[in-house]
Nanobody, 122 residues
Framework: QLQLVESGGGSVQPGGSLRLSCMPS????????IGWFRQAPVKEREGVSS????????VYAASVKGRFTISRDNAKKMVFLQMNSLTPEDTAVYYC???????????????WGQGTQVIVSS
């Protein structure tokens, strides 16, 4: 069964850090680009970052560039999103997704996780 499971969300104060993890299963992980997306209440889903299948290429949304870092460990079949200098505007449900195209747009992604909540508040 094809599945993506996110973990690592939680509550943090502004300026804090969190590390999200995405664990895929049921498909050939090494063949897929993995993207991170987020959706805040009453807002549209936003692409955050994407990493190529071999991890050599990464892209970031302007809103997180310099603060977030995406990485993957193909041997362990894991993808990570390190989030630093968090602000209340980063509060959202974060999703990982698998696709065939490196993009921060959601259209190319075929498989999605259920999401993990991130709350940034003092």
């Amino acid at each position: 069964q094809l599945q993506l499971v996110e973990s690592g969300g939680g509550s943090v104060q502004p300026g804090g850090s969190l590390r999200l993890s995405c664990m895929p299963s049921g498909f050939t992980f090494d063949d897929y680009t993995i993207g991170w997306f987020r959706q805040a209440p009453v807002k549209e889903r936003e692409g955050v970052s994407s990493i190529s299948s071999d991890g050599s290429i990464t892209v970031y949304a302007a809103s997180v560039k310099g603060r977030f870092t995406i990485s993957r460990d193909n041997a362990k079949k894991m993808v990570f999103l390190q989030m630093n200098s968090l602000t209340p505007e980063d509060t959202a449900v974060y999703y990982c997704a698998a696709g065939r195209v490196l993009s921060t747009k959601s259209t190319p992604y075929s498989y999605w996780g259920q999401g993990t909540q991130v709350i940034v508040s003092s």
